[in-house]
T-cell receptor, first 110, second 110 residues
Framework: AQRVTQPEKLLSVFKGAPVELKCNYSYSGSPELFWYVQYSRQRLQLLLRHISRESIKGFTADLNKGETSFHLKKPFAQEEDSAMYYCALSGGTSYGKLTFGQGTILTVHP | EAGVTQFPSHSVIEKGQTVTLRCDPISGHDNLYWYRRVMGKEIKFLLHFVKESKQDESGMPNNRFLAERTGGTYSTLKVQPAELEDSGVYFC????????FGQGTRLTVV
């Protein structure tokens, strides 16, 4: 069975500090991993996916198959990064059937 | 381009009543998904349509839930009769590749 674990429900940092949101997964095959973000009063939206290996809004995430992790990192957090972040896994050919983690609420203080 | 639209945004009903949620996907998206987030839990997959066909309904909790997508356009999710544990936020997403989410319908069963 596939599973995504985000160990931190809440994460607080100060503006300008580095931030790392943890995500671990279990899946028997080769998964596709994603980070979704939900800002206050907005809909869930894709932040980045491992296959594209890009940096979005200063965030990066590297898939570590040995540690089965896909942690989200940003070197200098901004107040506008405050949001709910979800790590998600897709095991099939459809990127829409996702297994989500529990989510981490990130708060960036001024 | 219009995004995924869900109606209503909120619904409060009494236990035993029927509620129908609607999702209008992005035009041209063959894939449509329903998800649910129950309070305190992670977002969970309910089912997946490809056009008008149910591709995967493995996440549907029980036979009180009925999803349809007549004509392969919009979809409805009916809960009949509603129970207290059905309360939560119901999300719809559509995709060709990347999944785009609607704003969700918050259902409260009292």
């Amino acid at each position: 069975a596939q599973r995504v674990t985000q160990p931190e429900k809440l994460l607080s940092v100060f503006k300008g500090a580095p931030v790392e949101l943890k995500c671990n997964y279990s899946y028997s095959g080769s998964p596709e991993l994603f980070w979704y973000v939900q800002y206050s009063r907005q809909r869930l939206q894709l932040l980045l996916r491992h296959i594209s290996r890009e940096s979005i809004k200063g965030f990066t995430a590297d898939l570590n198959k040995g540690e089965t992790s896909f942690h989200l990192k940003k070197p200098f957090a901004q107040e506008e990064d405050s949001a709910m972040y979800y790590c998600a896994l897709s095991g099939g050919t459809s990127y829409g059937k996702l297994t989500f983690g529990q989510g981490t609420i990130l708060t960036v203080h001024p | 381009e219009a995004g995924v639209t869900q109606f209503p945004s909120h619904s409060v009903i009494e236990k035993g009543q029927t509620v129908t949620l609607r999702c209008d996907p992005i035009s041209g998206h063959d894939n449509l998904y329903w998800y649910r987030r129950v309070m305190g839990k992670e977002i969970k997959f309910l089912l997946h349509f490809v056009k008008e066909s149910k591709q995967d309904e493995s996440g549907m909790p029980n036979n009180r839930f009925l999803a349809e997508r007549t004509g392969g356009t919009y979809s409805t999710l009916k809960v009949q009769p509603a129970e207290l544990e059905d309360s939560g936020v119901y999300f719809c997403a559509s995709s060709q590749v990347e999944a785009f989410f609607g704003q969700g319908t918050r259902l409260t069963v009292v």
